[in-house]
Structures are given as C-alpha cells and as structure tokens.
C-alpha cells in the first residue's frame, strides 16, 4: 500500500509561491491518479486539484486554475503543487491523496 508524505508548506505573504511536495513509498504510485485537497479552520476539505499516471492531463479547482500547477515525477516517486499568486484564503492544510490513502498533511498560511 502506498504511503504518502507532504512537506513543502509554510508562511508566505500573499502574492507569493510555495511548492509542496507529496514523497510517495510503497505499492505502485507511478500508476495511480494522484489528488490534492486542502482543508481551511472550520471549512470542509476540498479538491484543489489531480494529475493521472502519465503526469500529462490534469484538473484543477476553479479557485486556484492559472495560479497553481499540479506535476509528477514517477521516477523519483513524487508529486508536486506549485503554487503561485497566492491570496490569504489559500490558508489551509494541504493532503495529497492515492485512492483512500492520505498523507498527514502540510500547513500553508497566506499572510495578507
């Protein structure tokens, strides 16, 4: 079973980037849809964005589409979420997910 580890978040102020990283171990990663959601304080968790097994079509919420970019590396087994432009109400905790499998998470604060 895949295990999944995200790392990358931080405090940034608003208008600049991050990119978070998901390390993936176990199971067989390069062939699975790979997802990414967030959770903001008292909100529920929301899709933000996935990319299938080749890394070549992916999805992206309306809220983050032309700000964030959503890549692969099968090779090293990894995921990422580039974020750019970012505006205080990306505040939230990122997940990425395979299937029913989390990772634990990493906290993403915009400062206005």
């Known amino acids: 079973q895949v295990q999944l580890v995200e790392s990358g978040g931080g405090l940034v102020q608003a208008g600049g980037s991050l990119r978070l990283s998901c390390a993936a171990s176990?199971?067989?990663?390069?062939?699975?849809?790979v997802r990414w959601f967030r959770q903001a304080p008292g909100k529920e968790r929301e899709f933000v964005a996935n990319?299938?097994?080749?890394?070549?079509?992916?999805s992206y919420a309306d809220s983050v589409k032309g700000r964030f970019t959503i890549s692969r590396d099968n090779a090293k087994n990894m995921v990422y979420l580039q974020m750019n432009t970012l505006k205080p109400e990306d505040t939230a905790v990122y997940y990425c997910?395979?299937?029913?499998?989390w990772g634990q998470g990493t906290q993403v604060t915009v400062s206005s």
């Open positions: 176990g199971g067989t990663f390069s062939t699975k849809f």
């Open positions: 990319v299938d097994w080749s890394g070549e079509v992916t």
């Open positions: 997910a395979v299937g029913q499998t």
